[in-house]
């Protein structure tokens, strides 16, 4: 069962007491590097109350990206009464509404608990029960034309080096045949459509005891297992990973300082050293920023192209796939009102880091999760899912958050993309085209520690002694200080591009802070659009945060003739609109039933 990553940036850098103290402070800060902003772009954008932009609608289009699908992760609750239904899986109910609504379509990640499913070994009934059940959510998104990643974890007891979920097997032998059994059934027998993933958070103690070389082992079992069914059968199958809990970490706490010791970058080396396949490499990444994908190493690339120029180097395609495979709304904690009373606030979110996972080059993604945890052995509440649920009842108790309706949304986007782009520190926009029109989706979402990730995503940028300066000011708390009194930046004895870095982020907290609680008016212009539609407005703001019916705000008919058509939205901080306008279909001509010679005789009369 998935706990969450350790969405705290400060965990996820702490380094073993070997670690130059100083360059965990820049690599902490790094992490919060989430927003594209160069220092050669110092200078914020111009603060605007109303916003405008245009679209041609016989511009050039591509198909919508992958990355735009709403995905998701399966997960949920932790445990269920029913020991056949897989104890990490959301609830049936869950699912059932899932694909009622929006149908399974793009990838969707299923976790694969050989542990739990050993368990039952003694009680042949329950366990068939068990696999009957994983089978029939694999069935279903496969035979839907869906991808599922099957992410395979949790060593069976008696071929654990400790008796342990967690342990690495200490007969590889035996764990690849137990994993050879499962993909031959599934992707050779049924041909289900499926992508495997090695592990869960490898580099996690909570989800992983061993050291860096028992993963690599782990995955060349998996590997071999899988080269050896190609072989017999002549069917790909896909495999991947590592599934580390961010791009760049280890099993050793790895920082941002020295990315080629990621478990990424080990995984591609050892891959090319035993010819192993690697057709996809995954990590999760939690954030309230954005633009998370963008961060700026000190190699001054993103982390996309630096993973891709690894695995040029290393003989593979550059266009292996990357995927983010778990993600969300997150601010170090295990329950956020974003998440739950203002949902809302996290389903903005959601368009505003895609729009960036594809402006950064990430393949696909997969939203963690479809349901909440809670009620498990564990211990665990986490308000992570789509879903919430009442735990202790004996039927389903479960409503979908305002997230859910983020998601369906997106699965309203038509299958061509314009470009369509806001040079706004907020607000952005989906273009799409449909057979019979255009579909907009419009985000307003504020980035909470837009000053933090501001100033993160430029640190790479300075001298070594200009990273010290900033770093005394952020472990001495003065940066927040100095951030809401930018007056006092002058006095601070540094560079003047220390100063001007500061604010800047002083100016975009400044204005965060102004638009989190102002409505802004966007203008859209729609250009070279003719003809008859119907008009929908959907809207999702903080007038509802669950069990939100899905119903258009407004609706009408339009009439474009030669003139641009223009319509002037009203947007609230944190809130979505998706417009649909679709060609109006043209009425029948009405038939005139011809006169009988007898009735034209008697009209003469």
């Excluded at 564990?378 to 009842?393: I, M, S, T």
């Excluded at 007038?543 to 119903?551: E, G, I, L, R, V």
């Amino acid at each position: 069962m998935t706990k969450h990553k350790i969405p705290n940036k400060f965990k996820i850098l702490i380094p073993n007491t070997k670690t130059n103290v100083l360059l965990f402070g820049i690599c902490a800060l790094c992490l919060f590097c989430h927003l594209n902003f160069g220092i050669c772009h110092l200078a914020c954008a111009q603060e605007t109350e109303d916003l405008k932009f245009t679209l041609d609608a016989t511009s050039n289009t591509i198909p919508l990206p992958k990355v735009f699908r709403p995905n998701i992760d399966l997960s949920g609750r932790g445990f269920h009464k029913d020991a056949s239904w897989p104890q990490a899986l959301a609830a049936k109910e869950a699912l059932d509404i899932w694909q009622k609504d929006m149908g399974f379509s793009g990838f969707y990640r299923l976790q694969y608990n050989l542990w739990e499913i050993n368990q039952l070994s003694k009680d042949k009934d329950a366990q068939d029960k068990l696999l009957a059940n994983y089978e029939s959510v694999i069935k279903s998104i496969s035979d839907a034309g869906a991808v599922v990643i099957l992410d395979i974890f949790g060593t069976p007891a008696g071929l654990g080096k400790v008796l342990d979920k967690k342990s690495p097997p200490w007969d590889l032998k035996a764990f690849k045949e137990l994993v050879k059994n499962v993909i031959r059934d599934y992707s050779c027998s049924k041909r289900y459509n499926i992508w495997y993933e090695v592990w869960n958070a490898p580099d996690l103690d909570d989800f992983f005891l061993g050291r860096k070389q028992d993963y690599l082992n782990l995955y060349r079992a998996v590997a071999e297992a899988i080269k050896e069914l190609e072989l017999e059968t002549k069917v790909h199958i896909p495999l991947g990973g590592p599934d580390i809990s961010w791009w760049f970490q280890n099993l050793e706490g790895n920082t941002i300082l020295t990315p080629e010791r990621s478990l990424i970058y080990e995984l591609i080396k050892f891959c090319y050293r035993y010819r192993l396949s690697l057709d996809f490499i995954s990590w999760h990444a939690f954030s309230t920023a954005p633009a998370a994908e963008k961060e700026i190493t000190l190699y001054r690339k993103t982390a996309i192209n630096l993973i891709r120029d690894w695995l040029s180097y290393f003989n593979f395609s550059r266009d292996t796939p990357l995927i983010v495979d778990e993600w969300n709304y997150d601010r170090n904690a295990n329950l956020l009102p974003e998440r739950q009373e203002k949902s809302f606030i996290a389903a903005s979110y959601i368009p505003a880091r895609l729009k960036n996972m594809y402006d950064a080059g990430v393949d696909n993604q997969i939203y963690f999760s479809l349901e909440d945890f809670q009620s498990n052995k564990e211990g665990l509440v986490r308000n992570v899912g789509v879903f919430a649920f009442e735990p202790g009842h004996s039927e389903y108790k479960g409503v979908p958050k305002a997230i859910y309706n983020a998601f369906r949304m997106l699965a309203l986007l038509g299958k061509d993309m314009f470009t369509c782009s806001l040079q706004d520190d907020f607000t952005g926009a989906i273009c799409s085209k449909t057979e019979g029109g255009l579909v907009l989706l419009i985000y307003n979402y504020i980035d909470p520690e837009i000053a933090t990730n501001y100033l993160s995503a430029n640190i790479a940028l300075f001298s070594s002694a200009e990273r010290k300066i900033i770093l005394e000011l952020i472990r001495s708390d003065r940066i927040r200080k100095l951030i809401e009194s930018p007056a006092d930046i002058q006095g601070l004895r540094s560079s003047a591009k220390v100063k001007a870095l500061l604010r800047n982020a002083s100016m975009l907290q400044e204005k965060a802070a102004k638009f989190s609680l102002k409505n802004r008016d966007i203008k859209i212009e729609l250009k070279n659009l003719k003809g008859s539609y119907l008009y929908r407005r959907y809207t999702l703001d903080s007038s509802c945060s669950a069990n939100c019916a899905f119903s258009a705000q407004e609706e009408k008919e339009l009439k474009i003739e030669d003139k641009p058509y223009q319509e002037t939205l009203t947007l609230a901080p944190y809130s979505l609109n998706l417009l649909i306008l679709k060609v109006k279909p043209e009425e029948p001509a009405k038939s005139v039933a011809p006169v009988e010679p007898e009735q034209k005789a008697q009209e003469k009369k």
